[in-house]
């Protein structure tokens, strides 16, 4: 830039010389300095079209930068975004290992006992959640049913005994007393 700076000026003092001789009517010399101011606007013309051709060549070098910075980002962002998504498939999945399959084996055991069958397994988690404390909750009122179921077995055994007892004293009364009416 300061090169083109100082063509100018030279250039502007050679057409001022130009103009002042050929106001003088000094026509040769004015045609030499025109052939010199000729040289000096090709050296200008040259100069700026370096100066142009470098900006372009910057111009170019910066847009191929920041289109390369882009798909740099773009890829980032790509595997980012497939990072996560394989993220969230296995915390999902993991998810449905730790809370959905316990609920799932409750609701089978729940089935198995609303059906009579009290003998189904208990449910045993390794962990100490909320799943967990339900599990636990859960066995223990498939325990106090057969429990309860037990004590009320029994119970009907023991009543069915004493009523066949009762039954045997009522038969011998009925026979002592049909003995005692005879």
């Known amino acids: 830039a300061d090169d083109i700076l100082v063509l100018w000026a030279s250039l502007k003092e050679k057409e001022e010389n130009i103009i002042t001789m050929v106001q003088r009517d000094l026509i ?38 920041s289109n390369s910075a882009y798909m740099r980002t773009l890829i980032v962002l790509s595997a980012v975004l497939i990072i996560a998504i394989v993220s969230s498939v296995v ?25 009579g069958d009290l003998k189904a397994e208990k449910i045993e988690l390794n962990s100490n959640d909320e799943i967990a404390s339900l599990a636990n909750a859960f066995n223990d009122m498939a325990d106090g049913l057969r429990e309860l179921i037990s004590n009320i077995t029994e119970s009907s055994e023991i009543i069915a005994s004493s009523s066949e007892q009762l039954t045997a004293t009522s038969q011998q009364s009925a026979n002592a007393s049909e003995e005692v009416a005879k």
Request: proline content about 2%; cysteine-free.
């Open 91 to 115: 915390i999902a999945i993991y998810l449905r290992q730790i809370i959905v399959k316990p609920i799932v084996k409750m609701e089978v055991i729940a089935t198995q006992i609303a059906g």
């Open 28 to 65: 040769d010399g004015g045609f030499a300095l025109s052939k010199q101011s000729k040289t000096v606007a090709d050296q200008i013309t040259a100069k700026v079209n370096e100066a142009v051709s470098n900006k372009n060549t910057m111009a170019e070098k910066a847009y191929n930068d």
